[in-house]
């Protein structure tokens, strides 16, 4: 509660009471509300489960990880985008087409010696 009187103003508190009216029949919070969020967090599992249900192997994760880094050699050396840009030098991008006869074939070699691991998934 906020008391103004002329141009200063106070601030007095109720730490005894509530100045909502006061019900006299009971407020049932107890089982019906938890019986609610129950229901909730079943629902919401079986939601998470069902959608995170696709299940990738590891080995799989791992080539399609290298094949995006071999690709970006090949992007960032061949496109020109990132020069113009301004985010990496011409001198760079030279580099990066050099380095891209390297490290495209050694992701090759990555992705088929990758063994291919039936059993062991995310989820």
């Known amino acids: 509660m906020v008391v103004v009187a002329g141009r200063s103003f106070g601030v007095i508190f109720c730490f005894g009471g509530s100045s909502l009216p006061a019900t006299k029949t009971p407020r049932k919070f107890g089982t019906t509300t938890l019986a609610k969020r129950d229901e909730v967090q079943e ?7 069902s959608f995170f249900s696709l299940k990738i192997s590891k080995s ?17 050396g061949y496109s020109g985008d990132w020069s113009r840009t301004g985010v990496i030098t011409t001198q760079n991008e030279e ?9 495209v074939p050694l992701c090759i070699f990555l992705i088929v010696s990758l063994p291919v691991d039936s059993d062991s998934y995310t989820s």
């Open 43 to 49: 629902n919401s599992k079986s939601e998470k489960r």
């Open 60 to 76: 799989f994760l791992a080539r399609t990880a290298i094949g995006v880094f071999g690709l970006g050699f090949i992007d960032a």
């Open 95 to 103: 580099l990066l087409r050099l380095a891209a006869f390297l490290v």
